[in-house]
């Protein structure tokens, strides 16, 4: 079984920080992409930043030049830096990773169940 844990969430001021972390964990054998989703109340879920196993990253328009996404493929982690907070990012934060769990290279997606970010005007 795989597993992915997030931490890191928690209540910030306006134009505050916050650092997320994620942890895969399991029988992984390979990981394509990491990233980070969110769901703010009464909206659908979306993309706030994905990243490869070489590096490439890629943000929602939202995000940019605030948000930093980074990975250590030999930990299995992924982080999201969130920096300039507004109160529209208050959301609930979900990871996601497309792992393979043998050599097949089968690979399915994954998700954690979340950490609240609450960002105060």
């Known amino acids: 079984q795989v597993q992915l844990v997030e931490s890191g969430g928690g209540l910030v001021q306006a134009g505050g920080s916050l650092r997320l972390s994620c942890a895969a964990s399991?029988?992984?054998?390979?990981?394509?992409?990491m990233g980070w989703y969110r769901q703010a109340p009464g909206k659908q879920l979306e993309l706030v930043a994905t990243?490869?196993?070489?590096?490439?990253?890629n943000y929602a328009d939202s995000v940019k030049g605030r948000f930093t996404i980074s990975r250590d493929n030999a930990n299995n982690t992924v982080n999201l830096q969130m920096n300039s907070l507004k109160p529209e990012d208050t959301a609930v934060y979900y990871c996601?990773?497309?792992?393979?769990?043998?050599?097949?290279?089968?690979?399915?997606?994954?998700w954690g169940k979340g950490t609240q970010v609450i960002v105060s005007s």
């Open positions: 996601n990773a497309d792992i393979a769990t043998d050599y097949l290279l089968v690979y399915n997606d994954y």
């Open positions: 399991g029988s992984i054998f390979s990981i394509i992409t």
């Open positions: 990243i490869i196993r070489g590096g490439i990253t």
